[in-house]
């Protein structure tokens, strides 16, 4: 596999939890990092766009026939796994998004500019928004540190295409 490289800038993140809410209290995310790995086999580039903090910029260099997702998001604090999806099949979404409601609000908040991303992935140039603002979460995520993994696959065993782990803290404010 050709070498990773690795990127870590500041970002925020919608994500998902698993405990239940407190009362009265709004849960906010806040960014701490994020890294960001590819293979250069599959990709020229996954980084800023045109040194813009505000946009990622993928340079695909091959057809991609399908690709798969692992994601997870940990409690960085005890160490533990939260949320896990392995295997998750891209291109079944991106081709029919309104199948996945979860996931097309993830999309909709991180695909940027006119990109329209649909399988199979064509090689080309396609953006995502790198939002840099706090945000809220849904009311059941608990509050403390927290690392979103998501691992994107081009075989369901095969090696990491690309790579993304987000640092973020979760507080709760009064209403």
Sequence with gaps: MAPYISIYVSLCLISMGINAQE????????????????????????????????????NSTQLIKTIFMDNSIVNEDINRTVFNVKNFAICPFLNNRALYKLYSAFYDEFVGNSTVIKCPIKPGVYYLKNCIREVVVPSFHPSGNFRLNVHIRTEKEGSIVMKIIWRYRVMRTKN
Excluded at 28 to 49: P, W
């Design 23 to 58: 009362k009265g209290h709004i849960p906010k995310a806040v960014c701490i990092s994020q890294e960001l790995k590819y293979d250069k086999k599959f990709l020229e580039y996954f980084g800023f766009a045109s040194e813009q903090s505000e946009m990622l910029m993928i």
